[in-house]
């Protein structure tokens, strides 16, 4: 059964602050699905995940490369589908070696969805001004709880 939060974020601040709640709480082998329009600031959210994990690189879309890859408390795999025109491109870069361990996070998830493993994080964010975004976030019943707490515990200020 999948379970559902809306959180509104009124800056990009707030956005990388979500972010960081993940990163902070991120386990071994996490997926994180995200969708959005260009420019709604799934990168930000990445940047902020990023943080949680002490990661001190410069976080980057990588639209241009399909993969970067940083190092931290886990490792941090952060993809973008946007370019692709299959799997098998994916297939071609090592997918199925980078798919696993760490923290994996896939910009533009929806483009290949037979990927997105069971217990993922999907977080879709979506334009609502210029500076607010509506950020949906999908689990299941496989998705570390202990993440799922704290999102909610941000969202409902417990």
Same mark, same amino acid.
């Given at each position: 059964?999948?379970?559902? =939060? !809306?959180i509104i ?5 707030e &956005?990388?602050t979500? /972010?960081?709640? =993940? /990163? ?5 082998? +996490? ?7 260009? /420019? ?18 410069v #976080?980057?879309?990588? &639209? ?8 931290g ?5 952060? $993809?973008?589908?946007?370019? +692709? ?14 798919? #696993? /361990?760490? #923290?994996?996070?896939?910009?533009w998830?929806?483009? $290949?969805p ?13 334009? #609502?001004? +210029? &500076?607010?975004?509506?950020? $949906?976030? !999908? ?6 709880e202990?993440?799922?707490?704290e999102?909610? !515990? ?5």
């Amino acid at each position: 059964m999948k379970s559902e =939060i !809306k959180i509104i974020s009124k800056s990009v601040e707030e &956005t990388i602050t979500l /972010g960081n709640i =993940i /990163g902070e709480n991120a386990v071994d082998d +996490l997926f994180i699905a995200m969708s959005g329009d260009l /420019g709604a600031g799934k990168t930000h959210f990445v940047q902020g995940i990023a943080k949680g994990m002490k990661i001190q690189d410069v #976080v980057t879309s990588p &639209t241009f490369t399909i993969m970067n890859y940083y190092e931290g408390k886990l490792p941090l795999k952060h $993809f973008d589908f946007y370019r +692709l025109e299959s799997e098998y491109d994916l297939y071609n870069i090592g997918w199925e070696e980078y798919s #696993v /361990g760490g #923290v994996t996070v896939v910009e533009w998830s929806e483009l $290949f969805p037979s990927l997105i493993p069971h217990g993922s994080l999907c977080v879709r964010i979506e334009n #609502v001004s +210029l &500076t607010e975004r509506n950020i $949906f976030i !999908k689990w299941d019943e496989k998705t570390p709880e202990n993440i799922i707490k704290e999102i909610r !515990k941000y969202a409902l200020g417990d």
